[in-house]
């Protein structure tokens, strides 16, 4: 009977021990441009997911290991499940349900001041800091152009980094045209723009690509990572 306990109990444990949350996507990039004055509000964001793999609620507990800034008027900023929290903020909590799933975003903020950023953000169970996930957040952003007078939240591109197609979505333009450009400005594709449409990147040498989508009024711009 001893036995039999002390083996049940063995696999309890073992069970409780392994992985019981996973993330979408652990390295991810935000990328756009600078803003014109040091007034400017400008969020460059990524975006991920967090999802329960077990029956019982669970909480998870993050905490930001990493924030390293271009200069000081650069901020960043960590959304979980539940809200966004401020910048001065490095560390959270939230409950998962059994089996549920929420959406994760992080955030620079560099005003007017082009450079590069990273965050590291480590998500792990309350009950097992052992089972951990550690999230990458890579920021660029370049000096402000005509580009930045867009406004790049009109526009979705999936997935980000991609590798042989992307998918995009314009939550104003139905139809018009779109161009590609590298990241030195140069133009390298143009073609009609049917909203949801899938685009070919198989062409494309690995780098960072902004895809500019037009109609006779608005002009909507988005940054993407070919890899």
């Known amino acids: 009977m001893l036995k039999r306990l002390l083996l049940i109990c063995t696999l309890a444990f073992a069970l409780n021990s392994q992985a019981q949350f996973e993330i979408e996507h652990d390295t991810l990039y935000a990328l756009g441009y600078a803003g ?12 991920s997911k967090i999802k329960h793999t077990a029956m019982q609620k669970e909480t998870i507990k993050w905490v930001r290991t990493t924030n390293a800034l271009q200069s000081s008027e650069w901020t960043s900023a960590v959304c979980d499940i539940l809200s966004c929290r401020g910048v001065e903020v490095d560390t959270g909590s939230f409950q998962l349900s059994g089996m549920d799933s929420g959406s994760l975003s992080f955030h620079f903020y560099p005003k007017n001041v082009r450079g590069t950023g990273t965050m590291v953000v480590r998500f792990f169970r309350e009950n097992n800091p052992m089972d951990y996930h550690d999230v990458v957040i890579l ?9 930045s007078t ?20 314009n939550s104003v333009i139905a139809n018009g045209t779109y161009s590609i450009l590298n990241s030195f400005g140069q133009m390298i594709s143009t073609n009609e723009y049917v909203n949801g449409m899938t685009i070919s990147t198989a062409d494309l040498s690995s780098g960072v690509y902004t895809i500019i989508i037009k109609d006779g009024v608005n002009t909507s711009a988005k940054q993407f990572v070919k890899e």
């Open 150 to 169: 867009m406004s790049n939240e009109l526009t979705s591109v999936y997935p980000n980094p991609c590798a042989a197609m992307i998918s995009v979505n």
């Open 139 to 147: 920021c660029q952003a370049w000096t402000a152009t005509s580009v």
């Open 36 to 47: 014109k004055t040091a007034s400017s509000f400008v969020d460059l964001e990524a975006h």
